[in-house]
C-alpha cells in the first residue's frame, strides 16, 4: 500500500510547481515577482526596443493627460515653468540633456581643432624668434621715381645678441614689470587676461596687461599684429605663444624679446639701448639701469628720455617701482634695492647722437611723408627694404625753397627768422612742395622742427571759413548781403567802454587793425578788407562750434590720421589734446586757436574744389625689397563736406582784387584767378598769407622759431613776395582754367559799397552780386539821396565840414542786411564818426617877402587840428592865392605842419590879399590871409581890367 502512494505524490509536486508556475504569469511577458511587482521580460532586442517606445509613449501620454487638443495652446501651456522643470528632471529630461552635452562636446572640440588648423596655416616661422626681420632702410623718391630724396637706413637701430651678453638684472627687471608669473606659465596667463579684462570692464587701472612676455614676443615679431585689435588676432597670438613655448626654452624666448622690444623712436633691442644711452653693453648694465630700461618698452613715447613728449616723473615713477618689485620677488637684496633706487640714472645719460641726413632732399617734406608711412603702413620700419614714390615735385620744390630763402632776408629785417610753405595740387590732394622752416640744419633756429605741421595761430587766415560757414547756415546771406562793421557789444566784446581807443587800457571793444568802422559793406567787402568785426558777427551768427565743424571738414581736421583740427587751448598750457578748451568768438578771428599749416592748405584747397574735398597724401606708391606694390594711390571722388555753392562764393570773393585792401594786388597772373587771404595775429608773431587757383593751393607762415616774438611793420611785406613768387612761377607754364560755376549760383542785386573799406580797396562795389541758390532775395530795395561824408563814408551831421560832405543816391542798406546783431532803428553808426564839433580845425598863418625886381616869397606856416594834416586817403593840400585867384606853383601837397615858401611874380601894381587854405587829413579846412603891396617887375604894366586876353601868366576874371 506504502509503494503505491509515492509516485502519487511526486505527480502531484509537479503538478503543484507547474501549477504555481503558470499563476505567477498574467499576460503575454508579463510577470509577478515574489513581492507582487509585475515586471516585463523581453525574448528579443526588437522586442526591448519596442518595449522601451511604449513605455515613453505611455509616460509621454500621461504628461500630455488633460492639456488642450489645440496645439498652440498646448505649446504655451508646455511652457509652464512647473510643466519644464518635472519635464527636465524627468527620466526623458535627463536622457534628451545628456545627448544634448554630448553633441555639444563633440561639436565643440571638432570646432576647435578647424580653428587651430585655421589660424595654424599662416602662421609665420616660428624659429625666428629673434625678429631677424626687424629694421631695414626705406628710400623716398620724388613723384617721378628717379631722384632719391632719402635713404632711411638708421630709423630703426638694431644689433641681437645671444643670452649671455644680456645682463640678469635686465632679464629680471623686464619679467619683474611685464610678466612676473614668465616661468610658471606655458604662454599665456589666465589670471592676467582676468585681471586685464576686469581693469577694462571697471575702469580701473593694473600694473601688469594681459599679455605675458612670451605674447608680446609675437607680436612684435609678426606683422601686422602690433595694429590689430580684434578677437581673430588675439586667439592667433595665443595659439602662437603656445607653438613658441612648445619649441623653445624661457631663456631663448627672453632673450627674443629683448633683442625685439622697442627702447625708444629709433631704438629697438636691449644692445642698442644700452650704447644709445649709456654707451656700454647690455651685459654691463646695473640694476638701476636694467630698470631704467625695463620701463621704457610699454610707452616709448612717454618713456623716452629723446622723445619730444617725455615724461621725467613718470620714468621715475616706473623705474623705482621695477626696483621695488625686483626686491619684492627676490631678485635682488635689500642693499641692492638701497643702492639703485639711490643712483641718478638720468644724470648718467648720454647726449643723443645728430641723426644721418646727409644728402637730403626736401627734408621736411621727406619727413611729413615717412610719418604718413608709418600710420598707414606701420610694418614698413620693422620690415624693411621699401620704395616709397613720394607726391613730390622737385622743380616746384626748388621755387618754394628758393622763394623762402630768398625772403628770409625781409623777414628778419622784421625780427622773425623763420618761415613755413604748403603747396598741394588741387585735383588730387597730392602735396608737391613742403618748406617747414628757415634751416633745417640751423638748431639756433629750430632747425629740425617742421613748423608747416605745428600747431600755429591763424590771425585773419581763418575768415574765409567764418563767410563760408555764414553762407552755408543761413537762408539771407550772399556775397552781396549787408553786414555792418560797427562799434558795439558782441560776444565776448562787452564794449562798455566805447569811447577808449584800440590800444588803451581797460579797452574791451572790438576793433579792426585800422580802429575804423566804415558801417555797411558786403560781405565781399568785409573778407577783401579783412574787417575783424564782420567776421566775428558771421561766426556768431552761423555758431562758434558750427563754423569749428566746416573748417575742420573742410581739411583743417585730417580725418584720415585722426589729427590737426582748429582747436583752443587753456592759456599758457602746451597744445596737446588733455589741454583743449572751448572756442569762442575770437577764434572767429584767429585769436587764442590753433590749426597746422599742411591742414590749412588742405582745407583751402577744398574750397577750390567747391567744397568737394579728397584725401591728402604724400604718397603716391609703396613697393617692397622684392618690387611688389603693397600700396598705390587712386583718384579719389571725394565728399561734398560743403555745398558748392557756399564754395565757390567765397573762392569768388577771394578772387575780387577790388575788394581787397592790399596794395600790391596778386588776385590775377595769365589769365589766373588766384584766391588769396592775409592773416596777421593781433600780437603780431605770426603772418600768413594762404590761397588757391584751380590748379595749386599753397600757404606761408612767417614768425620766429620761438613763435615768443611780435614782429614789426606789415606783414604782408614778408609774406606776399613769397607767395606770389612761387604761386606765378608754379603757373608759367600751364593754360589757366576756370573754376567751374554751380547751376545754382544766382547774380542779384547787392548793396553798393560806397564807404572806403580797406586801405586800397577800391569802391563802389558791384550793384550785383552772387548769392547761393537757397537765398531768399528781398521784396524789393530803395534808393535815396543823401548827403555823405567822404572821409567815412557815411551820412554827414552838422560836424561834416563842408569840403567832406557829398550828394549821393545809394541803396537802403537794411534792405539787403543778413546781419543779425545791427538794429536799424537803434543803431546810430551809420553817420559821421571821424568829425566832431569839437574838433581843432588846422590853421596858417603867412608873411610876405619882397625879393626886388617884382619877386616875392610867400611864407606859409601850417599848424595841424585834431587829425593829422595827411593820410593815404586824403593827402593834405595847401593852396594860395592872390587877390582871390591861384597862382602859379601855389597849390601843392603836405605831407604835415610846417613851413612852406611858394615864390611869385606879381602882376599887380597895388596891393592884394594873400590867402592861404590848409586842408588836413579829414578835410577841415583853415585860412589864412593878409594883405600885402606889390610892383611889377621892369618893363612889366599893370594888366588891363576890361581885357578879355588871356596872355601867359594872365589869368581870365572868368
Known sequence: MAKSKKPQIKKSLKSSRKSTDASKRIKGNKFTTKS????????????????????????????????????????????????????WFSRDGLALASKILGISIVIGFIGL?????????????????SGESL??????????????????????????????????????????????????????????????????????????????????LVKLTTPGFADQRSYSRKIKELIIAVEIERSYNKDEILTGYLNSAPYGTTEVGAE???????????????????????????SPNTYTPHSPTFNKAALEGRQDYTIDVMHELGM???EERDIAKAEDTLATLKPRKPSKYTGIIAPYFVLAAKEQLQLQQPEAYRIGGWDVTTTLDIDLQKIAEEEVTAGLTQIERQRGDTAA???????????????????????????EVNFATSKLSPGSSFKPYDYLAMIETTENTGAGSVIYDSKGPLEGYPCTRPNLGRTSTGADCLYDYDSRFPGAMTL????????????????????????????????????????????????GAEKIPENETQCYAASAIGDGAYLELDNHVHAYATISRNGNKVPQTYILKVSDSEGRVLTEFQESNGEQV???????????????????????????????????????????????????????????????????????????????????????RAHDNIDPVERVRPSGVQELPAYVVRTHVGASSIEPGPSTDLYPSWYKRPEGSRSEKVLRDKVSGKRATDCTPAKAIEEVTQSDASTYSADIFYDAATNTTDEDDVHNCDDTKPSTSLSVRNEGDGQYTIVVNVSAGTHPISSDKFKGQLDVTVDGNPIPGGSIQISGPGEYTIPYTSIHDSTKTVRAEVTDSVLYTGVGARDANFSLPPSSSPPDDDDDSEDEGVPSDD
Open 642 to 728: 560743403v555745398r558748392a555753392d557756399s564754395a565757390y562764393i567765397v573762392a569768388d570773393m577771394m578772387a575780387d582784387p577790388r575788394a581787397s585792401y592790399m596794395a600790391r594786388k596778386s588776385h590775377d597772373y595769365k589769365g589766373w584767378d588766384f584766391s588769396l587771404k592775409t592773416g596777421t595775429t593781433n600780437d603780431s608773431k605770426d603772418g600768413w598769407i594762404m590761397g588757391f587757383s584751380t590748379k595749386y593751393a599753397a600757404g606761408l607762415w612767417v614768425g620766429h622759431h620761438t613763435n615768443n616774438v611780435e614782429m614789426t611793420g606789415f606783414m604782408e611785406t614778408m609774406t606776399q613776395p613769397i607767395w606770389a613768387g612761387w604761386m606765378q
Open 272 to 298: 642698442v639701448a644700452a650704447r644709445v644711452y649709456f654707451e656700454k653693453s647690455a651685459k654691463d648694465l646695473t640694476i638701476a639701469e636694467s630698470a631704467f630700461l625695463a620701463a621704457i618698452p610699454q
Open 524 to 571: 565781399r567787402y568785409a573778407l577783401g578788407g579783412s574787417r575783424n568785426v564782420p567776421a566775428v558777427k558771421a561766426m556768431l551768427t552761423a555758431g562758434v562750434n558750427e563754423t569749428i565743424d566746416i573748417a575742420n571738414k573742410l581739411g583743417v581736421y585730417d580725418s584720415e590720421t585722426e589729427t590737426g583740427g582748429y582747436s583752443c587751448y587753456t592759456p
Open 421 to 447: 610753405f604748403v603747396a598741394e595740387d588741387v585735383t588730387n590732394g597730392q602735396v608737391v612742395a613742403m618748406v617747414g622752416g628757415g634751416d633745417f640744419t640751423d638748431e639756433s633756429r629750430a632747425g
Open 135 to 216: 629694421g631695414g632702410s626705406v628710400r623716398y623718391f620724388d613723384r617721378t621715381g628717379e631722384t632719391l630724396l632719402w635713404e632711411d637706413y638708421d630709423t630703426i637701430q638694431r644689433v641681437p645678441v645671444e643670452s649671455d651678453q644680456i645682463a640678469d638684472s635686465l632679464k629680471d627687471a623686464t619679467v619683474a614689470l611685464e610678466d612676473r608669473d614668465f616661468y610658471d606659465h606655458r604662454g599665456f596667463n589666465v589670471r592676467g587676461i582676468t585681471r586685464a579684462a576686469w581693469a577694462n570692464v571697471t575702469g580701473g587701472e593694473t600694473t601688469q596687461g594681459g599679455s605675458t612676455i612670451t605674447q608680446q
Open 36 to 87: 507582487g511587482k509585475i515586471v516585463k521580460i523581453n525574448k528579443s532586442l526588437n522586442e526591448k526596443s519596442k518595449a522601451r517606445k511604449e513605455a515613453k509613449a505611455l509616460r509621454k501620454a500621461e504628461r500630455n493627460k488633460g492639456l488642450p487638443t489645440n496645439k498652440v495652446k498646448r505649446f504655451f501651456v508646455k511652457l509652464h515653468p512647473k510643466r519644464q522643470a518635472k519635464f
Open 332 to 334: 635682488i637684496t635689500d
Open 113 to 129: 581643432m578647424g580653428l587651430f588648423a585655421f589660424f595654424r596655416k599662416d602662421l609665420p616661422n616660428l624659429r625666428d624668434v
